[in-house]
């Protein structure tokens, strides 16, 4: 089938590789030619585990192209809106012009014999509003809300763990949903589930998830914070509630608290949303969990200045980690990087390494000092913090650690190393939520 995808963002590009590699004729559109360019060169431009893969072999077999000309996806039976949803500039709400305005640009390409499929996170009642332009161009819309996570983005795509299709009433919606059966015939031989619900159930269900990830990420920080005041083990304690499958352990690691292009501004824009449906009060609770994750950064600067006696001023402090989470270079709402620009404004020399991020990270926030190996950030550090638990920071080992340091101070922000260990080879180690 041909299918054009419109955005090739971190979603887009991963759903056009993706739909390529199940076998259909695709075509990204994107309006950065730089960005077009990169992944045609099957060069991504971010670090996603097996995407580069992906791009060239759907070139190979000549079924994956990119461009910046609309034009060209004339004759797509299937066009998926993959367009990001920021949040505005100073204020909560979602910015949606992305998507308005892929909706316009597609419409003169749509027919009878298409239907366009949104994918991005919106505020429920988008799809209500853009079924009617769309329906006059002869197409039916549908929105299939995309649940992949960075750094398992392809798998996530090929192999989701459910399938939700928000559709209209009657023929539109049934032969929408016929159409993208087709196109996820390969998926669906495996069993997976697929739900079918109207307009705003499906975009809830995709603002729902995210604020439930977000809520148990802060509910465990929040007891974290209850762990300090009493002196008890944060991760101790998720394992033991987590061993009850109806809580579960995943997304119980306190520590840091979430960052990232989504799960922050996904339940700012959800607030939002509420109080423009009268509903504000319903997910109040959104902002006591936002104020949680905030309040970890600000906690982690005071343990870490109380572990140098009171003061950052003239203390050289290396941050192990940039990106918002290990195996992405994905700055956004980076929580390593908001608690190193806190320490720097403190009069802190900081060092910030990452295995990936560095370049995003410079262009974002040129005024920290960044170096690319390790053991050279490490060098005659203060005090260490680890803030993005990328698997080589967790395999570091404390006495040849201990021998690159001028003070033996460690910070776990992920709660990810062993505390005996680091301690028995004469680290000071202190961690969030643990004794
Ligand atoms: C999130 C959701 O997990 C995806 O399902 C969703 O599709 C995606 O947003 C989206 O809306 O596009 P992602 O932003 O890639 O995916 O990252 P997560 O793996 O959810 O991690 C988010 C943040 O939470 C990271 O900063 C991570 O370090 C933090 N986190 C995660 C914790 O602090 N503790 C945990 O136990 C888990």
Request: aromatic residues 6%; hydrophobic residues 45%; proline residues 4%.
């Amino acid at each position: 089938m041909k299918i054009s995808v419109i955005g090739c963002g971190y979603l887009g590009a991963v759903h056009a590789a993706a739909m390529a590699s199940l076998g259909h004729d695709v075509i990204g559109i994107d309006v950065d030619e730089v960005k077009v360019d990169a992944l045609t060169a099957g060069l991504p431009p971010f670090f996603e585990p097996g995407l580069s893969e992906l791009l060239l072999a759907g070139q190979d077999r000549g079924s994956l192209k990119f461009a910046t000309d609309i034009s060209q996806v004339a004759g797509a039976k299937v066009h998926f809106i993959c367009v990001g949803t920021p949040q505005k500039a100073g204020e909560f709400a979602a910015d949606v012009t992305y998507v308005d305005a892929a909706v316009e640009s597609l419409r003169p390409h749509l027919d009878t014999d298409s239907i366009v499929v949104g994918k991005s996170t919106v505020p429920v009642g988008t799809a209500e509003r853009l079924a009617g332009a769309i329906s006059e161009s002869g197409a039916s819309l549908m929105w299939n809300p995309e649940f992949l996570r960075e750094g398992h983005a392809v798998d996530d795509t090929l192999h989701p763990n459910r399938l939700v299709y928000g559709v209209a009433d009657g023929e539109p919606g049934k032969r929408a949903t016929r159409y993208l059966d087709e196109v996820y015939a390969e998926m669906l031989s495996d069993s997976l589930p697929r739900l079918i619900t109207d307009f705003a159930t499906a975009e809830l269900v995709k603002t729902a998830a995210n604020s439930f990830l977000a809520t148990k990420i802060s509910f465990i920080n929040a007891m974290s914070e209850l762990c300090e005041a009493s002196g008890a083990d944060v991760t101790q304690l998720a394992d033991a509630i987590g061993m009850d499958d109806r809580i579960g352990r995943k997304f119980l690691n306190a520590g840091l608290g979430f960052g990232g292009g989504c799960l922050p501004k996904d339940i700012r824009a959800f607030m939002a949303r509420a109080g423009e449906l009268g509903a504000d009060q319903a997910v109040a609770f959104l902002r006591e969990i936002d104020s949680i994750n905030m309040r970890r950064r600000v906690r982690i600067v005071d343990i870490a200045r109380d572990a140098l006696h009171g003061s950052f001023i003239g203390k050289r402090i290396t941050v192990l980690g940039a990106a918002f989470k290990p195996d992405s270079d994905d700055v956004r709402d980076s929580p390593a990087l908001a608690v190193a620009r806190l320490i720097a404004t403190q009069g802190g020399v900081v060092t910030v390494t990452d295995p990936q991020a560095i370049d995003n990270a410079s262009k974002s926030f040129p005024e920290l000092n960044y170096v690319i190996n390790t053991s050279d950030a490490l060098l005659n550090a203060d005090a260490v913090l680890l803030l993005t638990e990328w698997r080589e920071y967790q395999d570091l080992d404390p006495k040849q650690t201990a021998s690159l340091v001028a003070g033996r101070i460690l910070i776990d922000g992920r709660n990810v190393l062993s505390p005996e260990l680091w301690r028995k080879a004469g680290w000071t180690y202190r961690a969030l939520g643990r004794p």
